[in-house]
């Protein structure tokens, strides 16, 4: 069996502070006798530029520092643009690699606001010049400074017994005394410079891994301590072993991306970067024209799918290590191998959340995942405070356990049709229009502070309530109902957006479209609006009056002067001691106090 080789990128996207600038060595046994040294330098990068000389290739990358790496492993590239803003799809940026650059072709280098333009530098080392000894060859910079060297300056570093040249930090710049060995700078406060250091080997026939972010060399005193623990999650290791190479094979069924790359290790650093690749398809023998070889990225190894690894003599197929064979991410969450110390992550539909996406953060999901599929015992039982929630029969409401802001809250969830249609709606805000807890001028309706937390297991009742739901849960539709004595009317408006205090919360008027009729229906045969006007939605107000979510009507043919409303959160003449129903200020106009009731989907 051959011996596992490692190839180690660096990548730090937010640094806390500069991180010493450093260098891996590309010298191996398939014959190169240099190590190089590749760097983005913000002089060398021009914002609002772009170089317009022909390019040889273009590539989309998911993350803008990923062009840099895709300059670096292609052997003609020199210098590239790249879009700044993701395309229209949002999830991908424009990557133009280049075999020139702008020096003595400055005619070429052109204004373009959404791009940039960067070269890059290469420098070699005299590999020869250290194993004659003259120069000061070491294996790691605390060895140089126990050698009584204080200065910084640029040495030989011998890594995996290979030398190459570095600069050495002698301490004293804020991590202590000792010789400090370098791995990469990034200037957390610029988007246009970073330094990539790169290890490549060039056979695919070898054993090899791949690791992105946390370098376990500690004895090297690498700065690895000044990346945010939260950045671990965008690290990645992917092990391609031989067990899992097949020349002559290629999987079918699979294939997410294909690219035109010059050479093998190129399909396979794509796949790396590729967060939901875990095999690749490479064509060996490149195309007659272009000279590029096929790379095909799938999204699974053949493990678990024989039948779609298929005998063809023109490719070379790898699959690597995949903690995703039995998908560990609940509900119908995609898994991605490669992250976290567990070795996979997943990435959780919206409305749930968690390690495995088994932490449902409104009712719509948790009524989803129990109309798909049963869940666990374990999940029943930590999530659930109502069994009739698993009948057979998913229209019963219930109290249910929700995750929101990371903390668990047992919400009344709203499930089945009772106004609204059927779904699982979460509930946001309850109120009595006979109190002023939610007057049109109250904070509650600006602020991102709850209310009496436990009136939100109680259901369709009096108790008022205001919800963490209020402010930090999405939704698509809202539930909006009125109960006045033991007769409850609800409406729908269907409103996508981030959450309800986003709509409200600034005071700007959003309108609505539903009609006056349609308000109408929320109190009943005893409605009283009057008829013009009919200023709708959210915030809307006159002289006179304000709601929060409602309509005002007027008998003038204007809205300098309404005196009528229906809605939630409102005040003014000539009631405002009726926060939530129906007021009219004609003569046989009425004022009707209701329970007011939002929900949302």
Not at 17 to 31: K, N, R
Not at 379 to 390: A, D, G, I, N
Request: hydrophobic share 30%; proline share 3%.
């Amino acid at each position: 069996m051959d011996k596992l080789r490692s190839v180690y990128i660096c990548l730090l996207f937010l640094a806390l502070c500069y991180v010493i600038a450093g260098v891996l060595t590309s010298h191996d046994q398939f014959g190169l006798d240099h190590g190089s040294y590749l760097e983005f330098k913000s002089s060398k990068t021009f914002d609002g530029k772009r170089l317009k000389t022909p390019l040889f290739r273009r590539v989309d990358v998911r993350d803008r520092e990923f062009c840099g790496i895709l300059c670096y492993i292609e052997p003609d590239c020199v210098s590239y643009n790249l879009e700044k803003e993701r395309g229209a799809n949002d999830e991908i940026h424009k990557c133009e690699l280049i075999n020139s650059t702008h020096e003595g072709h400055k005619q070429d280098l052109v204004k373009k606001p959404k791009e940039t333009y960067t070269m890059i530098e290469i420098s070699f080392v005299d590999i020869d010049e250290c194993n004659k000894g003259t120069q000061n060859c070491v294996s790691n910079f605390q060895e140089l400074y126990e050698r009584s060297r204080t200065e910084n300056g640029q040495v030989i570093l011998f890594v995996d017994s290979k030398p190459i040249s570095v600069f050495c930090n002698m301490g004293g710049f804020g991590c202590g005394d000792g010789g400090w060995t370098p791995v990469m700078k990034v200037d957390g406060g610029k988007s246009n410079t970073m330094q990539i250091q790169l290890k490549f080997l060039s056979s695919i026939q070898v054993l090899s891994s791949i690791f992105i972010g946390h370098i376990a060399l500690e004895s090297c005193g690498i700065f690895i301590r000044a990346v945010k623990s939260q950045d671990a999650s965008r690290c990645r290791r992917l092990d391609f072993t031989s067990h899992k190479a097949f020349d002559g094979e290629r999987l079918i069924n699979h294939v997410i991306h294909v690219h035109d790359v010059s050479n093998a290790k190129a399909c396979w650093v794509l796949c790396y970067l590729e967060a939901d690749c875990v095999s690749y398809n490479f064509e060996k023998q490149p195309d007659g024209e272009s000279g590029m070889h096929s790379c095909e990225l799938n999204n699974s190894t053949h493990e678990g799918h024989d039948e779609d690894l298929v005998g063809n003599i023109s490719y070379f197929y790898r699959g690597a290590e995949s903690a995703c064979i039995e998908n560990p991410c609940k509900n119908d969450s995609t898994c991605q191998s490669g992250f976290t110390n567990k070795g996979f992550r997943c990435l959780c539909h919206a409305g749930f959340k968690g390690q495995f996406c088994d932490e449902a953060v409104t009712c719509q999901e948790v009524y989803e995942s129990n109309r798909v599929h049963v869940l666990p015992k374990k999940y029943m039982m930590e999530r659930f405070l109502t069994p009739m929630f698993f009948s057979n029969s998913l229209n019963k409401s219930g109290v249910v356990t929700l995750y929101i802001d990371s903390k668990k809250m047992s919400i009344f969830c709203h499930v089945g049709e009772f106004g609204c249609g059927d779904g699982g709606w979460t509930p946001v805000l309850k109120m009595n229009g006979s109190k002023e807890t939610f007057h049109y001028k109250s904070p509650l309706w600006t602020s991102k502070y709850g209310y009496n937390f436990p009136g939100g297991e109680t259901g369709f009742d009096s108790l008022e309530t205001k919800l963490p739901t209020y402010w930090n849960t999405s939704f698509k539709k809202i539930c909006l109902g009125m109960k006045i004595g033991k007769n409850a009317n609800f409406i729908v408006i269907e409103k996508p957006a981030e959450s309800l205090y986003s709509l409200i919360a600034d005071g700007q008027h959003r309108k609505t479209s539903l009609g006056r009729d349609e308000w109408k229906k929320l109190i009943g045969s005893e409605d009283s609006l009057q008829p013009n006007c009919n200023r709708e939605g959210f915030n809307p107000e006159c002289r006179f009056n304000k709601v929060r979510i409602g309509i005002l009507g007027n008998n003038e043919d204007d809205c300098n002067t309404c005196d009528s409303r229906i809605g939630f959160g409102t005040g003014g003449n000539p009631d405002d001691k009726n926060t939530c129903g129906n007021v009219n200020r004609s003569k046989k106009g009425r004022r009707i106090k209701a329970i007011g009731y939002i929900l949302i989907k």
